[in-house]
């Protein structure tokens, strides 16, 4: 199967004549002597790796655990084999009907519940089977989430289910262990403690994260009014915090605006990664993509796109996505940000401030290594965008330089001079009003606890003493205070650090609302019981205000002193009764306040007009802000950076997000530092080589990832790692970097390290070379201008063949109901993640451990894989999500000795569990790699609790059991059982693939191509649509659409195409 | 000993093993299965003497894959008047007081891998005791089919097809055209 290669590439023996592949997965691939590397072809042939390549040190906490139990659990199945040998009888299984049924639930049928998350504020519908929530969608009805939500999202169910979450309350001795005790008793002994503060001081703190719902804003400020120097602090997180500090310099209003990106023509991101985990990634996803980067196939020669511009130090996923990204040092993202400023400010005929006269194009090209013309065409770009069709955003951690007040004045520069503020940067109307507090405000907590000012410090879902970098001294000032209370789902580093943990309920267990910006309100509301001994933190406060006899003020005071004991569940009520009572009526629904509340509950979201933008005046005396030029630090910057699965580490006990995949680096299970390949070359240091980092006293060691499109002087690390009390999935994972951060000034990059080889070596779980093939071409990614003069350009796969009948030499399979089909868009695909965890958590896939991953036997059945195209310095990048192809002439299909996996009547490439013996021929044959072998019971990795997340219509694999993407088969059979009741035939697109349902951009469409009309027809016959190794006749029933891309000076590239070079 | 014969004798080994294995398995079907519940409740009394639809109890079985068992709320709906002071009821009465949940034991069980719908099965007009046997006669409910995927083919290949079911069908047709008797792919009912 070997024709038709582009490259010929297993077979090269010198450097003579070498040319790259066009399309590659690690910058070794560019060299020569990789190929001609004997060992690289055994690698490359090799699906699974016996054993780790090289077995390392380090923590192998959970992979000890892992096979301590399996070893068990093996015996104990082979003695009740023998048991059930003695005596043959069935196991006696016992059926147990409810007391009473509640009226809403029909065994087998799952109910959705209109909810919110608190976290990233998306509206949900919680999937709940039974009375347990299996499955978390986004409410289409949501403004923000339309129907999609991301991976970390998902991920929730798994934390709800968590074993190690806080089961009752406890009585912690500060560091030295804990015991459990009941409500009533932690009630009694804090309530005494709290009636003493009220009397005295009164200088209670309640530290919690940012809070996005006015209620329960409302009622910790009517608690804290019971106290004389009651105060609230919110956090935000790192990678926030300057923005609304940018705004209250150039605007005055400590907001995060909204951005309205399906508006914006040109995008610039300075270092923000707006479509990874920057603000509402998902809503701007979908408004980025859908605005504009979709080239119309029906008129390609006038087809346009938006362009999109990044600068940044690590690459993101907004950058992986980029038409033009500028690498640089975290230093060189402002001043690239300054001289496109002054370009702009020229090119529009006003005066350019006298901030930026230091950033001429020459000392920032000079500086940054980017070509003036680059920075040129950028600010070109913005203008010829016209007024209010540009978008500039800044922020995000790997540009957190001691500077990034600057960079935000910058961005607010450009928006108000482009004419974007008030168009497509909305400052006021839809902005984040819902904001964390300043720093100063943490600081000066910090400051109030070292100097015994602080009498009780209360902690609502916050973990300082991991989340803030340890310089800012957080862990000494809390030894200080008298009396520290942990309200949170777990006992974490700052629990066990306190006098008492107060078990909060899950999101998904409790009451709330949400209305973190202009226009959008939606309601949370419980899914099921609580599962542990925990109460609401609302409720607490509720319960302290009663029993303590506390002075609060306003409705806290009404609903807890009330006759029948008020509860949060009330209290919500009634405020909302105050605060949306009386437009109940105008809402267009219902009159009383009852059937409001019903209506909003079963919406989850009400609708309630935002104000109109306008533009804010930017304030000229905010440019000061702007450091004057400063060369950079010599040597390796470092800079930090958070992942789009794990962001900050508060779920580092979520095996779905461990195994997640980072988007750019594909590595699992550990964070690690990120050099460029040239960098790595200089020094002599190769992939998983351990490597110490030292900068200003402070040591860690950490393994080498190789990550090309870095600028050489920058190393990036993720933070989110090195957890200690997280729990047993977490714990000991990675290493926590935030150790680099200065407490004062915060800089999360630009930190001036040094880095040395330790000679050890420590494999990383990265995915990025399984399931490689023979370097078969597979992907397609074109330039705008090759798109408009053909649509069909095809870059690697081979344009002859494409979608063209070939004959075969089986007869061809009969469909004569529905054949199901998909498309993926390639331009849509951002390559997110969120489908994969969308599909984990539908299909009951399981984890298999950091070991298992390094060995290839990762589960996911759909993955995303990612190539890199042009130099390794800056390489573009182009997604492609890879699942079961459902190949008409299936190549797994004909090899399978006991028919476990045959085509059904519908197109579906069928794997039947209980007909596999598991000789994984049919993984063998598959060329796609899609199929997935379940080497052990990895099922069992879902101990206790965690066996709830299980979606009952789907079977859950054993040992020795191949499977693999069925099209959500459970959801087919689902919708077309529907369809039956009403006598009719499925409507395009009501029926959703786990995939296609979360897809934020919509890359994913799935339907019936039987039917010419449907929108999946459409797309199988769209100019770019092409079938991934169409070369083998396997005709797969997915095909995706090229990738285009809107480069600035495409034709040169072309000439150079044409001409034989690689492009770059 | 070369080591094509130790194959060959340890293949022969195997083969004997596999027989006399196969002798004493127990049959895959469980047909016949009658355990003893917890209350010996009867179903002759209930839905043959007095003629309670199956329905009453069975509440899901229209509407989801399961046919769902009564909740004890739905044996007080009678039994706060009936048969009060019989000592089986009062068992129930206990329970019921208690809030606790009567385990039964499980009779028709397929496995984890199987899906069956019993909702479709009555839409296409199949009545109770085509599976389940005459359960108004039966005192102790035991299995009455096999519920082996060859009893299930038989009916969905049309040989032993209730005629009702298939004049249903013929007269209906299904609207996804799948044609003949029942659907038999094995995504039917394995996924």
């Not at chain 1, 819902?434 to 109030?448: F, N, Q, T, Y």
């Not at chain 1, 002193?561 to 949306?580: C, F, M, Q, R, V």
Request: glycine share 8%; aromatic share 8%; net charge neutral.
């Amino acid at each position: 199967m070997s024709e038709n290669h582009n490259s010929g590439l297993e077979n090269v023996t010198s450097t003579a004549g070498f040319t790259p592949p066009r399309h590659w997965i690690g910058s070794e691939e560019l060299n020569a002597s990789y190929w001609s590397d004997p060992a690289t072809k055994e690698k490359r042939a090799q699906e699974f790796y016996d054993k780790p390549l090289e077995t390392i040190e380090l923590i192998e906490k959970l992979d000890t655990k892992g096979i301590k139990r399996r070893d068990f659990l093996t015996l104990m199945g082979a003695s009740m084999a023998m048991a059930s040998f003695a005596c043959a009888r069935r196991p006696v299984h016992k059926i147990i009907p409810y007391v009473v049924k509640p009226e809403e639930i029909t065994g087998g049928i799952a109910n959705y519940y209109a909810t919110t998350c608190p976290e990233t504020v998306y509206g949900l519908l919680a999937k709940v089977r039974e009375g347990r929530p299996i499955k978390l969608e986004g409410n289409p009805e949501h403004a923000m989430s339309r129907g999609a939500i991301s991976a970390r999202t998902h991920a929730h169910i798994l934390d709800l289910y968590d074993m190690d979450r806080a089961k009752e309350p406890m009585k912690v001795s500060r560091g030295r262990g804990s015991k459990p005790i009941t409500w009533v008793d932690a009630d009694l002994e804090l309530v005494a403690k709290l009636k003493a503060v009220a009397s005295g001081s009164g200088r209670v703190r309640i530290l919690s994260n940012r809070l996005l719902g006015d209620s329960t804003l409302k009622l910790t400020n009517e608690f804290l009014a019971a106290f004389a120097a009651g105060q609230h602090v919110q956090l935000d997180d790192f990678g926030s915090t300057d923005l609304v500090e940018g705004q209250i310099e150039s605007y005055g209003t400590a907001v995060a605006p909204h951005y309205h990106f399906a508006k914006a023509d040109v995008v610039l991101s300075l270092g923000a990664d707006f479509l990874g985990n920057f603000g509402s990634s998902e809503e701007y996803s979908a408004d980025w993509v859908k605005g504009g980067r979709i080239p119309d196939a029906k008129n390609p020669a006038a087809a346009r796109m938006s362009k999109l511009f990044t600068v940044e130090s690590m690459m993101s996923v907004t950058g992986a996505n980029a038409d033009v990204r500028f690498p640089v040092r975290p230093d060189g993202v402002l001043k690239i940000g300054a001289a496109i400023a002054a370009e702009v400010a020229r090119k529009k005929g006003v005066s350019v401030p006298a901030q930026f006269s230091a950033y001429t194009l020459a000392a920032v090209s000079a500086d940054t290594g980017i070509e003036a013309e680059k920075i040129t065409e950028a600010a070109h770009a913005l203008v010829g965008a016209g007024a209010g069709k540009s978008i500039i955003v800044a922020g995000g951690l790997s540009s957190k330089t001691e500077d990034a007040i600057g960079l935000q004045v910058i961005a607010n520069y450009l928006n108000s001079t482009l004419g974007n503020e008030g168009v497509t940067v909305d400052g006021n109307g839809q902005a984040w009003t819902k904001v964390g507090d300043r720093p100063e405000k943490l600081a000066k907590l910090i400051s109030d606890m070292n100097s015994g000012s602080v009498d009780a410090l209360i902690l609502l879902d916050a973990n300082p003493v991991y989340s803030l970098p340890p310089s800012m001294g957080f862990t000494a000032a809390m030894a200080k205070v008298p009396t520290v209370v942990s309200i949170g789902d777990r006992e974490d580093e700052t629990a066990k650090l306190a006098d008492f943990v107060l078990p909060n309920h899950h999101f998904l267990e409790n009451w709330g609302d949400a209305q973190p910006r202009g226009g959008i309100v939606s309601l949370q509301q419980p899914t099921l019981a609580p599962i542990h001994s925990t109460r609401a933190y609302q409720d607490t406060l509720l319960t302290w205000i009663k029993q303590g006899a506390l002075k609060a003020k306003g409705l806290a005071a009404t609903v807890a002193n009330s006759e029948k004991d008020g509860t949060w569940h009330d209290y919500l009520k009634a405020n909302w009764k105050e605060t949306y009572g009386k437009g109940a009526a105008s809402q267009g629904k219902s009159a009383s306040f009852e059937a409001f509340w019903e209506d909003s509950l079963r919406e989850g979201v009400i609708k309630v007009p935002a104000k109109a933008t306008s533009a804010r005046s930017f304030k000229v005396p905010s440019l000061a802000k702007v450091p004057p030029f400063k060369a950079p630090a010599s040597g390796f910057v470092l800079a930090l950076y958070a992942k789009t699965s794990m962001a900050d580490g508060n779920r580092a006990n979520n095996p779905w997000l461990q195994e997640l995949p980072d988007p750019v680096t594909t590595a699992t299970w550990d964070n690690y530092l990120n050099m460029s390949p040239k960098a790595a070359e200089k020094m002599g240091l190769r992939q998983d080589d351990v490597v110490t980092i030292t900068s200003s006293g402070t040591v860690i060691d950490i393994p080498l990832n190789i990550q090309p499109g870095l600028h050489e002087n920058v190393v990036a690390m993720a933070i989110g790692y090195g957890r200690e009390a997280v729990g047993h999935v977490g714990d000991g994972v990675g290493r926590d970097v935030k150790v680099f951060v200065n407490g004062s000034t915060l800089a999360f990059a630009g930190i001036p390290v040094v880095i040395a080889n330790t000679g050890r070596r420590y494999q990383l779980a990265v995915t990025q070379w399984h399931n490689a093939t023979e370097n078969r071409p597979i992907v397609n990614d074109i330039t705008l201008a090759e798109f408009r003069a053909d649509p069909k350009t095809s870059s690697e796969t081979d344009p002859e063949i494409r979608l063209k009948e070939v004959p075969s030499m089986w007869p061809k399979h009969e469909y004569p109901g529905y054949r199901w089909g998909m498309t993926i868009d390639l331009n849509a695909c951002t390559g997110c993640g969120s489908c994969i965890i969308a599909c984990q958590s539908e299909n009951n896939t399981p984890v298999v451990g950091r070991d298992n991953v390094r060995r290839s036997r990762e589960m996911h059945w759909m993955r995303i894989d990612r190539y890199y195209s042009g130099p390794a310095e800056n390489p573009d990048v182009v997604f492609q999500p890879m699942l079961c192809q459902h190949c008409e002439n299936a190549p797994c299909e004909t090899v399978c000795p006991v028919l476990a996996t045959v085509h059904d009547n519908e197109g579906l490439n069928s794997q039947i569990y209980n007909r596999c013996v598991g000789t994984r021929y049919c993984q063998n044959n598959c060329p796609y790699k899609v199929r997935r072998f379940n080497f052990f019971d990895h099922w069992k990795s879902y101990e206790g609790s965690m066996n709830l997340a299980w979606n009952p219509d789907v079977t859950v694999r054993t040992r020795g059991i191949m499977e693999k993407c069925t099209f959500c088969v459970q959801r087919i059979r689902d919708s077309k059982d529907k369809a039956k009741d009403e006598g009719r035939k499925l409507r395009d697109l009501e029926l959703k693939t786990a995939c296609q349902q979360t897809c934020p951009t919509d890359a994913i469409i799935f339907g019936d191509i039987n039917d010419p009309k449907t929108e999946v027809s459409l797309l199988r016959n769209d100019n770019r649509a092409f079938r991934v190794l169409e070369v083998l006749n396997t005709v797969p029933s997915i095909s995706y659409l090229s990738k285009v891309r809107n480069k600035p000076g495409e034709e040169k590239e072309k000439a150079g195409k044409e001409g034989g070079e690689h492009h770059g | 000993m070369s080591k094509g014969l130790s194959v060959a004798v340890g293949g022969l080994a195997l083969v004997i093993v596999g027989v006399s294995l196969a002798s004493v398995m127990p049959r895959t079907s469980n047909q016949g299965y009658a355990p003893t519940q917890p209350i010996p409740f009867s179903h002759k009394i209930h839905a043959g003497d007095n003629k309670i639809p199956c329905q009453y109890c069975h509440s899901d079985v229209e509407k989801s894959r399961h046919a769902g068992l009564p909740s004890t709320a739905v044996c007080m709906n009678c039994h706060k008047v009936v048969k009060t002071t019989s000592p089986l009821i009062q068992q129930v009465k206990k329970a019921w007081d208690e809030g606790r949940a009567i385990e039964w034991v499980r009779v028709h069980e397929l496995p984890d891998f199987v899906y069956f719908p019993h909702k479709r099965h009555l839409a296409a007009g199949l009545a109770c005791q085509t599976c389940h046997g005459e359960v108004q006669t039966m005192d102790k409910v035991y299995q009455f089919g096999a519920l082996t995927m060859g009893w299930c083919m038989e009916c969905h290949r049309g040989r032993s097809t209730p005629s009702n079911v298939l004049e249903g069908i013929e007269a209906k047709g299904w609207p996804n055209g799948e044609g003949q008797a029942a659907p038999q792919q094995c995504t039917t009912c394995h996924y």
